[in-house]
């Protein structure tokens, strides 16, 4: 099983992390945070890298749901959705697969939560 689904899209990468944000929003997500990993290997470690965007998406309502059920789960969110220079004009945009994730926990409940955040999420990146 892979821990991820992605779709590649022929744009500019700001354009890309932009519609990636408005696609995820429109499936329930806010974007929390924002790691630009081009920008910190540059700053950090004097390293040059392509665009690499890494968006912490979350849904209030499931991540709520998932936390009264899994105290520990925080561990494990946001959802981390990936926008990456794949060259040539191309854009990955790769999500979590939240089930795959979910299965270091041993909790019938949560598999189902996680399955709820998968379709989602599947659904958003599919929009693209």
């Known amino acids: 099983m892979s821990y991820y689904f992605a779709k590649t899209l022929e744009?500019?990468?700001e354009s890309a992390v932009q519609?990636?944000?408005e696609a995820l929003k429109a499936h329930?997500?806010?974007?929390?945070?924002?790691i630009d990993v081009r920008d910190t290997f540059k700053a950090k470690i004097g390293v040059d890298f392509r665009d690499y965007r890494i968006l912490g998406a979350c849904n209030p309502q499931l991540a709520h749901e998932?936390?009264?059920i899994e105290d520990k789960v925080g561990t494990m969110?946001?959802?981390n959705v990936v926008v990456q220079d794949v060259g040539g004009g191309r854009v990955e945009i790769a999500a979590i697969d939240p089930v795959a994730s979910m299965r270091?926990?041993?909790n019938p409940r949560l598999k189902l939560a996680a399955e709820q955040v998968r379709e989602?999420?599947?659904r958003a990146i599919g929009s693209l």
């Open 11 to 13: 744009t500019d990468f």
């Open 19 to 21: 519609r990636a944000t």
């Open 28 to 34: 329930g997500f806010g974007i929390i945070t924002q």
């Open 66 to 68: 998932a936390l009264k």
């Open 77 to 79: 969110l946001p959802c």
């Open 104 to 106: 270091a926990i041993d």
């Open 120 to 122: 989602k999420l599947m």
